[in-house]
Protein backbone atom coordinates (compact mmCIF):
# COMPACT_ATOMS: atom_id res chain seq x y z
CA UNK A 1 0.00 0.00 0.00
CA UNK A 2 2.98 2.28 0.87
CA UNK A 3 4.37 1.08 -2.27
CA UNK A 4 1.50 2.72 -4.29
CA UNK A 5 1.25 5.93 -2.29
CA UNK A 6 4.71 6.12 -3.07
CA UNK A 7 4.71 5.49 -6.84
CA UNK A 8 2.03 7.81 -6.99
CA UNK A 9 3.19 10.88 -5.49
CA UNK A 10 6.37 9.95 -7.47
CA UNK A 11 4.15 10.09 -10.91
CA UNK A 12 2.30 13.30 -9.64
CA UNK A 13 5.17 14.93 -9.21
CA UNK A 14 6.74 13.64 -13.13
CA UNK A 15 3.81 15.10 -14.12
CA UNK A 16 4.28 18.23 -12.49
CA UNK A 17 7.69 18.49 -13.43
CA UNK A 18 6.86 17.50 -16.98
CA UNK A 19 4.27 20.19 -17.12
CA UNK A 20 6.62 22.91 -15.38
CA UNK A 21 9.36 22.13 -18.30
CA UNK A 22 6.59 22.31 -21.11
CA UNK A 23 5.19 25.31 -19.71
CA UNK A 24 8.78 26.89 -19.89
CA UNK A 25 9.49 25.40 -23.44
CA UNK A 26 6.18 26.78 -24.40
CA UNK A 27 6.94 30.54 -22.60
CA UNK A 28 10.43 30.75 -24.57
CA UNK A 29 8.47 29.61 -28.10
CA UNK A 30 5.99 32.62 -27.69
CA UNK A 31 8.78 34.65 -26.57
CA UNK A 32 10.77 33.58 -29.96
CA UNK A 33 7.53 33.76 -31.99
CA UNK A 34 7.10 37.72 -30.70
CA UNK A 35 10.50 38.65 -31.54
CA UNK A 36 10.40 37.18 -34.99
CA UNK A 37 6.68 39.00 -35.20
CA UNK A 38 8.55 42.15 -34.45
CA UNK A 39 10.78 41.39 -36.92
CA UNK A 40 8.61 41.14 -39.19
CA UNK A 41 6.45 43.72 -38.51
CA UNK A 42 9.83 46.04 -38.95
CA UNK A 43 10.41 44.84 -42.17
CA UNK A 44 6.77 45.97 -43.34
CA UNK A 45 7.36 49.42 -42.12
CA UNK A 46 10.28 49.55 -43.65
CA UNK A 47 9.58 48.24 -47.06
CA UNK A 48 6.27 50.55 -46.57
CA UNK A 49 8.66 53.33 -45.91
CA UNK A 50 10.68 52.42 -49.44
CA UNK A 51 7.43 52.12 -51.04
CA UNK A 52 6.51 55.60 -49.97
CA UNK A 53 10.08 57.21 -50.75
CA UNK A 54 9.40 55.47 -54.16
CA UNK A 55 6.20 57.09 -55.01
CA UNK A 56 7.66 60.53 -53.73
CA UNK A 57 10.43 60.20 -56.56
CA UNK A 58 7.53 58.61 -58.92
CA UNK A 59 5.54 62.57 -57.98
CA UNK A 60 8.62 64.23 -58.33
CA UNK A 61 9.47 62.94 -61.97
CA UNK A 62 5.87 63.75 -62.70
CA UNK A 63 5.97 66.92 -61.65
CA UNK A 64 9.11 67.62 -63.50
CA UNK A 65 8.12 66.15 -66.65
CA UNK A 66 4.99 67.63 -66.87
CA UNK A 67 7.28 70.84 -66.57
CA UNK A 68 9.11 69.79 -69.41
CA UNK A 69 6.43 68.81 -71.46
CA UNK A 70 4.78 72.37 -70.92
CA UNK A 71 8.47 73.75 -71.94
CA UNK A 72 7.78 71.20 -74.91
CA UNK A 73 4.05 72.89 -75.92
CA UNK A 74 5.40 75.93 -75.30
CA UNK A 75 8.42 75.48 -77.75
CA UNK A 76 5.64 74.13 -80.27
CA UNK A 77 3.64 76.59 -80.36
CA UNK A 78 6.60 79.21 -81.03
CA UNK A 79 7.85 77.04 -83.76
CA UNK A 80 4.90 77.65 -85.17
CA UNK A 81 4.79 81.36 -84.86
CA UNK A 82 7.86 81.72 -86.59
CA UNK A 83 6.90 79.78 -89.51
CA UNK A 84 3.79 81.95 -89.33
CA UNK A 85 5.89 84.75 -89.18
CA UNK A 86 8.12 83.79 -92.03
CA UNK A 87 5.53 83.15 -94.26
CA UNK A 88 4.26 86.65 -93.77
CA UNK A 89 7.85 88.06 -94.32
CA UNK A 90 8.26 86.07 -97.42
CA UNK A 91 5.10 87.35 -98.49
CA UNK A 92 6.52 90.95 -97.27
CA UNK A 93 9.55 90.15 -99.62
CA UNK A 94 7.23 88.89 -102.84
CA UNK A 95 5.19 92.01 -102.66
CA UNK A 96 8.03 94.61 -102.63
CA UNK A 97 9.61 92.88 -105.07
CA UNK A 98 6.11 92.82 -107.04
CA UNK A 99 6.39 96.91 -105.92
CA UNK A 100 10.33 96.54 -106.71
CA UNK A 101 8.84 95.80 -110.57
CA UNK A 102 6.59 98.38 -110.77
CA UNK A 103 9.09 101.24 -109.52
CA UNK A 104 11.45 99.83 -112.04
CA UNK A 105 9.35 100.69 -114.73
CA UNK A 106 8.53 103.68 -113.30
CA UNK A 107 12.63 104.23 -113.12
CA UNK A 108 13.17 103.33 -116.72
CA UNK A 109 10.23 106.15 -117.63
CA UNK A 110 12.02 108.64 -115.29
CA UNK A 111 15.23 107.49 -117.22
CA UNK A 112 13.95 108.30 -120.56
CA UNK A 113 12.38 111.78 -119.11
CA UNK A 114 15.94 112.60 -117.52
CA UNK A 115 17.42 111.12 -120.81
CA UNK A 116 15.29 113.45 -122.77
CA UNK A 117 15.56 116.61 -120.50
CA UNK A 118 19.36 116.29 -120.61
CA UNK A 119 19.21 116.55 -124.09
CA UNK A 120 17.08 119.15 -124.49
CA UNK A 121 19.22 121.14 -122.10
CA UNK A 122 22.19 120.13 -124.45
CA UNK A 123 20.18 121.28 -127.18
CA UNK A 124 19.41 124.66 -125.27
CA UNK A 125 23.04 125.51 -124.45
CA UNK A 126 24.10 124.92 -128.31
CA UNK A 127 21.46 127.34 -128.96
CA UNK A 128 22.58 129.75 -126.95
CA UNK A 129 26.21 129.47 -128.19
CA UNK A 130 25.04 129.40 -131.13
CA UNK A 131 23.32 132.40 -130.79
CA UNK A 132 26.39 134.15 -128.66
CA UNK A 133 28.51 133.46 -131.62
CA UNK A 134 26.20 134.69 -134.63
CA UNK A 135 25.57 138.00 -132.36
CA UNK A 136 29.58 138.48 -131.95
CA UNK A 137 30.54 137.40 -135.48
CA UNK A 138 27.44 140.36 -137.15
CA UNK A 139 28.85 142.41 -134.74
CA UNK A 140 25.92 143.27 -132.11
CA UNK A 141 28.44 142.11 -128.64
CA UNK A 142 27.51 145.71 -127.65
CA UNK A 143 24.76 148.16 -127.08
CA UNK A 144 27.06 151.22 -128.09
CA UNK A 145 27.16 150.24 -131.60
CA UNK A 146 23.45 151.21 -132.22
CA UNK A 147 24.27 154.55 -130.85
CA UNK A 148 27.47 155.26 -133.12
CA UNK A 149 25.55 154.14 -135.89
CA UNK A 150 24.20 156.67 -138.44
CA UNK A 151 20.81 157.09 -139.45
CA UNK A 152 18.84 159.04 -137.32
CA UNK A 153 16.09 158.71 -134.46
CA UNK A 154 13.77 156.67 -135.91
CA UNK A 155 16.84 154.38 -137.05
CA UNK A 156 17.89 154.24 -133.65
CA UNK A 157 14.55 153.81 -132.19
CA UNK A 158 14.42 150.56 -134.67
CA UNK A 159 17.62 149.97 -133.69
CA UNK A 160 16.67 149.64 -129.70
CA UNK A 161 13.51 148.10 -130.05
CA UNK A 162 15.93 145.36 -131.86
CA UNK A 163 18.26 145.11 -129.14
CA UNK A 164 14.87 144.67 -126.45
CA UNK A 165 14.03 141.90 -128.81
CA UNK A 166 17.40 140.25 -127.98
CA UNK A 167 17.59 140.46 -124.79
CA UNK A 168 14.29 139.15 -124.05
CA UNK A 169 14.80 136.31 -125.98
CA UNK A 170 17.98 135.49 -124.49
CA UNK A 171 17.04 136.07 -121.19
CA UNK A 172 13.88 133.40 -121.83
CA UNK A 173 16.50 131.04 -123.14
CA UNK A 174 18.67 131.46 -120.24
CA UNK A 175 15.22 130.64 -117.95
CA UNK A 176 14.23 127.64 -120.00
CA UNK A 177 17.78 126.42 -119.40
CA UNK A 178 17.86 126.91 -115.97
CA UNK A 179 14.39 125.22 -115.44
CA UNK A 180 15.57 122.16 -117.87
CA UNK A 181 18.86 121.80 -115.74
CA UNK A 182 16.53 121.70 -112.55
CA UNK A 183 14.06 119.23 -113.89
CA UNK A 184 16.84 117.01 -114.71
CA UNK A 185 18.62 117.44 -111.30
CA UNK A 186 15.04 116.52 -109.78
CA UNK A 187 14.44 113.73 -112.08
CA UNK A 188 18.30 111.95 -111.19
CA UNK A 189 17.54 112.81 -107.14
CA UNK A 190 14.08 110.78 -107.14
CA UNK A 191 15.69 108.03 -109.38
CA UNK A 192 18.28 107.42 -106.74
CA UNK A 193 16.13 108.03 -104.09
CA UNK A 194 13.78 105.16 -105.07
CA UNK A 195 16.42 103.03 -106.25
CA UNK A 196 17.68 103.19 -103.10
CA UNK A 197 14.84 102.78 -100.92
CA UNK A 198 13.17 99.57 -102.49
CA UNK A 199 16.58 98.07 -102.15
CA UNK A 200 16.73 98.87 -98.48
CA UNK A 201 13.11 97.58 -98.10
CA UNK A 202 13.86 94.53 -99.70
CA UNK A 203 17.56 93.99 -97.62
CA UNK A 204 15.67 94.91 -94.50
CA UNK A 205 12.63 91.93 -95.03
CA UNK A 206 15.40 89.47 -96.38
CA UNK A 207 17.18 90.54 -93.08
CA UNK A 208 14.01 89.79 -90.80
CA UNK A 209 13.59 86.36 -92.92
CA UNK A 210 16.99 85.11 -91.96
CA UNK A 211 16.95 85.93 -88.56
CA UNK A 212 13.20 84.14 -87.84
CA UNK A 213 14.66 81.20 -89.90
CA UNK A 214 18.08 81.17 -87.57
CA UNK A 215 15.41 81.46 -85.08
CA UNK A 216 13.31 78.39 -86.05
CA UNK A 217 17.29 76.26 -85.84
CA UNK A 218 17.25 77.41 -82.47
CA UNK A 219 13.77 76.57 -81.37
CA UNK A 220 14.41 73.19 -82.84
CA UNK A 221 17.20 72.18 -81.11
CA UNK A 222 15.54 73.31 -77.79
CA UNK A 223 12.98 71.02 -78.77
CA UNK A 224 15.06 68.32 -79.23
CA UNK A 225 16.72 68.79 -76.56
CA UNK A 226 13.09 68.97 -73.97
CA UNK A 227 11.57 65.40 -75.87
CA UNK A 228 15.38 64.04 -74.72
CA UNK A 229 14.65 65.04 -71.38
CA UNK A 230 11.08 63.70 -71.78
CA UNK A 231 12.34 60.59 -72.54
CA UNK A 232 14.67 60.17 -69.83
CA UNK A 233 12.13 61.25 -67.35
CA UNK A 234 9.01 58.86 -68.94
CA UNK A 235 12.20 55.76 -68.59
CA UNK A 236 12.98 56.99 -64.85
CA UNK A 237 9.61 56.70 -63.98
CA UNK A 238 9.14 53.46 -65.31
CA UNK A 239 12.01 52.25 -63.40
CA UNK A 240 10.39 53.85 -60.56
CA UNK A 241 7.24 52.22 -60.55
CA UNK A 242 8.96 48.34 -61.59
CA UNK A 243 10.83 49.55 -58.44
CA UNK A 244 7.31 50.33 -56.31
CA UNK A 245 5.44 46.89 -57.62
CA UNK A 246 8.44 44.57 -56.55
CA UNK A 247 8.49 46.40 -53.18
CA UNK A 248 4.79 46.17 -53.10
CA UNK A 249 5.13 42.80 -53.65
CA UNK A 250 7.59 41.73 -51.25
CA UNK A 251 5.05 43.56 -48.83
CA UNK A 252 2.36 41.82 -49.70
CA UNK A 253 4.61 38.86 -48.80
CA UNK A 254 5.62 39.85 -45.27
CA UNK A 255 1.86 40.76 -44.58
CA UNK A 256 1.13 36.90 -45.11
CA UNK A 257 4.10 35.83 -43.15
CA UNK A 258 2.86 38.35 -40.72
CA UNK A 259 -0.81 37.24 -40.54
CA UNK A 260 0.48 33.44 -40.58
CA UNK A 261 2.61 34.52 -37.07
CA UNK A 262 0.18 35.81 -36.16
CA UNK A 263 -2.08 33.19 -35.65
CA UNK A 264 0.61 30.83 -34.81
CA UNK A 265 1.12 32.84 -31.61
CA UNK A 266 -2.87 33.24 -31.14
CA UNK A 267 -3.17 29.47 -31.32
CA UNK A 268 -0.12 29.34 -29.01
CA UNK A 269 -1.69 32.02 -26.49
CA UNK A 270 -4.96 29.91 -26.56
CA UNK A 271 -3.20 26.92 -26.40
CA UNK A 272 -0.79 28.28 -23.23
CA UNK A 273 -3.79 30.01 -21.72
CA UNK A 274 -5.95 28.78 -18.08
CA UNK A 275 -9.41 28.50 -18.97
CA UNK A 276 -11.85 29.05 -16.17
CA UNK A 277 -13.23 25.55 -15.49
CA UNK A 278 -16.49 24.36 -16.41
CA UNK A 279 -18.42 21.54 -15.65
CA UNK A 280 -18.11 20.26 -19.63
CA UNK A 281 -13.95 20.01 -19.27
CA UNK A 282 -14.58 16.20 -19.27
CA UNK A 283 -16.82 16.80 -22.11
CA UNK A 284 -14.29 18.06 -24.32
CA UNK A 285 -11.54 16.00 -22.76
CA UNK A 286 -12.94 12.98 -23.66
CA UNK A 287 -14.42 13.70 -27.12
CA UNK A 288 -11.86 12.70 -30.09
CA UNK A 289 -10.14 15.49 -32.06
CA UNK A 290 -7.67 17.55 -32.44
CA UNK A 291 -6.01 19.43 -29.51
CA UNK A 292 -6.19 23.00 -30.70
CA UNK A 293 -10.28 21.96 -31.72
CA UNK A 294 -10.39 21.30 -28.16
CA UNK A 295 -8.48 24.32 -27.24
CA UNK A 296 -10.98 26.60 -29.07
CA UNK A 297 -14.24 24.84 -26.90
CA UNK A 298 -12.64 25.10 -23.85
CA UNK A 299 -12.02 29.09 -24.69
CA UNK A 300 -15.68 29.12 -25.32
CA UNK A 301 -17.04 27.38 -22.80
CA UNK A 302 -15.17 30.05 -20.35
CA UNK A 303 -17.89 32.92 -21.51
CA UNK A 304 -20.61 30.63 -20.59
CA UNK A 305 -23.25 32.98 -18.79
CA UNK A 306 -22.17 36.25 -20.43
CA UNK A 307 -24.87 38.30 -22.23
CA UNK A 308 -26.55 38.17 -25.63
CA UNK A 309 -26.92 41.34 -28.02
CA UNK A 310 -27.84 42.11 -31.17
CA UNK A 311 -25.18 42.40 -33.55
CA UNK A 312 -22.65 42.51 -30.51
CA UNK A 313 -19.10 40.71 -30.93
CA UNK A 314 -18.14 40.90 -27.46
CA UNK A 315 -17.44 38.02 -25.37
CA UNK A 316 -17.89 39.60 -22.11
CA UNK A 317 -20.00 42.48 -22.91
CA UNK A 318 -22.35 40.57 -24.83
CA UNK A 319 -22.58 38.97 -28.68
CA UNK A 320 -24.76 37.47 -30.74
CA UNK A 321 -24.78 34.05 -31.96
CA UNK A 322 -22.56 34.91 -35.52
CA UNK A 323 -20.39 37.35 -32.78
CA UNK A 324 -19.59 34.63 -30.33
CA UNK A 325 -17.89 32.21 -32.83
CA UNK A 326 -16.40 35.46 -34.96
CA UNK A 327 -14.59 36.43 -31.74
CA UNK A 328 -13.58 33.09 -30.43
CA UNK A 329 -12.01 32.14 -33.75
CA UNK A 330 -10.30 35.18 -33.86
CA UNK A 331 -8.97 34.54 -30.74
CA UNK A 332 -7.02 32.07 -32.16
CA UNK A 333 -5.87 33.61 -35.57
CA UNK A 334 -9.02 32.76 -37.86
CA UNK A 335 -10.94 35.55 -39.05
CA UNK A 336 -14.61 34.09 -39.76
CA UNK A 337 -17.35 35.82 -42.13
CA UNK A 338 -19.30 38.09 -39.62
CA UNK A 339 -23.09 36.38 -40.44
CA UNK A 340 -24.30 33.00 -39.72
CA UNK A 341 -25.24 32.31 -43.30
CA UNK A 342 -21.74 32.90 -44.22
CA UNK A 343 -19.75 31.05 -41.60
CA UNK A 344 -21.62 28.25 -43.11
CA UNK A 345 -19.49 28.39 -46.13
CA UNK A 346 -16.40 28.75 -44.08
CA UNK A 347 -13.48 25.82 -43.73
CA UNK A 348 -14.73 22.19 -44.95
CA UNK A 349 -18.03 20.79 -44.29
CA UNK A 350 -17.85 17.26 -42.63
CA UNK A 351 -20.89 15.24 -41.42
CA UNK A 352 -22.38 15.62 -37.94
CA UNK A 353 -21.32 11.63 -37.06
CA UNK A 354 -17.59 13.26 -37.52
CA UNK A 355 -18.58 16.16 -35.38
CA UNK A 356 -15.16 17.41 -33.13
CA UNK A 357 -14.73 19.78 -30.62
CA UNK A 358 -14.21 23.16 -32.12
CA UNK A 359 -16.84 22.64 -35.50
CA UNK A 360 -19.57 25.03 -36.38
CA UNK A 361 -22.82 23.73 -36.15
CA UNK A 362 -24.88 25.48 -38.56
CA UNK A 363 -28.93 26.16 -38.29
CA UNK A 364 -30.81 28.12 -40.40
CA UNK A 365 -30.32 31.41 -39.07
CA UNK A 366 -27.92 30.30 -36.04
CA UNK A 367 -24.59 29.27 -35.52
CA UNK A 368 -22.86 27.47 -32.55
CA UNK A 369 -19.46 25.53 -31.35
CA UNK A 370 -19.57 22.37 -30.67
CA UNK A 371 -17.87 21.26 -27.79
CA UNK A 372 -18.37 17.01 -27.60
CA UNK A 373 -20.76 14.78 -26.31
CA UNK A 374 -23.95 15.78 -28.94
CA UNK A 375 -23.07 19.56 -26.87
CA UNK A 376 -23.01 22.88 -28.08
CA UNK A 377 -21.92 26.42 -26.62
CA UNK A 378 -23.74 29.18 -28.28
CA UNK A 379 -25.11 32.80 -27.65
CA UNK A 380 -28.67 31.92 -27.55
CA UNK A 381 -31.12 34.63 -26.73
CA UNK A 382 -30.91 37.92 -24.69
CA UNK A 383 -33.07 36.03 -22.06
CA UNK A 384 -30.14 33.30 -21.43
CA UNK A 385 -27.57 34.73 -22.80
CA UNK A 386 -23.90 32.07 -23.90
CA UNK A 387 -25.11 28.91 -23.01
CA UNK A 388 -24.31 24.83 -23.62
CA UNK A 389 -26.84 23.30 -25.32
CA UNK A 390 -27.74 19.51 -26.85
CA UNK A 391 -26.76 20.06 -30.40
CA UNK A 392 -29.53 18.74 -32.29
CA UNK A 393 -32.23 20.71 -30.62
CA UNK A 394 -33.05 21.68 -33.94
CA UNK A 395 -32.37 20.84 -37.52
CA UNK A 396 -28.45 21.02 -38.37
CA UNK A 397 -27.81 21.97 -41.57
CA UNK A 398 -24.60 21.87 -41.62
CA UNK A 399 -20.99 21.25 -39.96
CA UNK A 400 -17.98 23.41 -40.96
CA UNK A 401 -14.88 22.42 -39.76
CA UNK A 402 -12.57 25.45 -39.15
CA UNK A 403 -9.65 23.62 -37.10
Not at 95 to 108: C, F, N
Not at 154 to 164: A, F, G, P, T
Request: with cysteine; aromatic share 6%.
Amino acid sequence: MKKRLAEKVRLIATGFLVTAILAAFSQQALVVRADKIQDIQNQINNTQNQINEINDRIDDLTDEQDLVEEMIADLNAEILNTMTSIGMKEDEIAEKEAELSLKQEEIDVTEAEYDAAKEKAEQQYDDMVTHTRVMYERGDSTYLTLFLLGGGLSDLLNRMDYVEKIYVYDRNRLDEYQKTQQLVLELWNRLEEEKAQLEQDKANLEQDREALKAQRVELDAMLAKRKAESANYEAEIAKAKQEAAVAKKQLQQEQKLLKQEQQKQAASNAANATYASSDYSSVIDNASGSELGKQVARFACQFIGNPYVYGGTSLTEGADCSGFTYRVYQNFGYNLPRTSSEQRNAGTGVSYSDAQPGDLICYSGHVAIYIGGGKIVHASTEKTGIKVSNAAYREILAVRRIV
